[in-house]
């Protein structure tokens, strides 16, 4: 769900910025999304790990020791958002857990009971 639904948002707001719906289903969207959610090697899945375990930020960035795009970058994707008038559900609950303390198992339910919407 977590994927699709990411897919989803990050292809709405590139669209809004000039991209090209291709892009987003070729190698640098979907290609670059599947490996972050599905590697075990993957700096971002394994920073949302810990963070989900109950790290704070900065204390998953030392336990990773890498530049962590999700985290460097949620910001800008948050500010993009709302610049763009972009509904982007993911990237609001994901702010929300790392600069506002939201639990990310309140997160998970946010995201999970969101009313339905034709797609």
């Known amino acids: 769900m977590l994927a699709t639904r990411g897919l989803v948002e990050i292809t709405r707001l590139g669209i809004a910025m000039g991209g090209e719906m291709k892009t987003f289903y070729g190698l640098t969207g979907l290609g670059d999304l599947i490996v972050t ?3 075990q090697h993957s700096r971002n899945r394994k920073a949302g790990a810990l963070i989900a375990q ?3 930020v900065e204390d998953a960035k030392k336990e990773i020791g890498m530049t962590i795009e999700s985290i460097d970058n949620i910001d800008s994707a948050y500010a993009l958002a709302k610049k763009y008038n972009i509904e982007m559900p993911i990237v609001e609950t994901v702010y929300n857990v790392l ?3 939201l639990n990310p198992k309140q997160a998970v339910d946010i995201l999970m009971t969101r009313e339905l919407k034709a797609e």
Request: glycine letters at 34%; charged letters at 0%; proline letters at 0%.
């Open 37 to 39: 959610c599905g590697s």
């Open 99 to 101: 600069y506002h303390g």
């Open 54 to 56: 109950g790290y704070s």
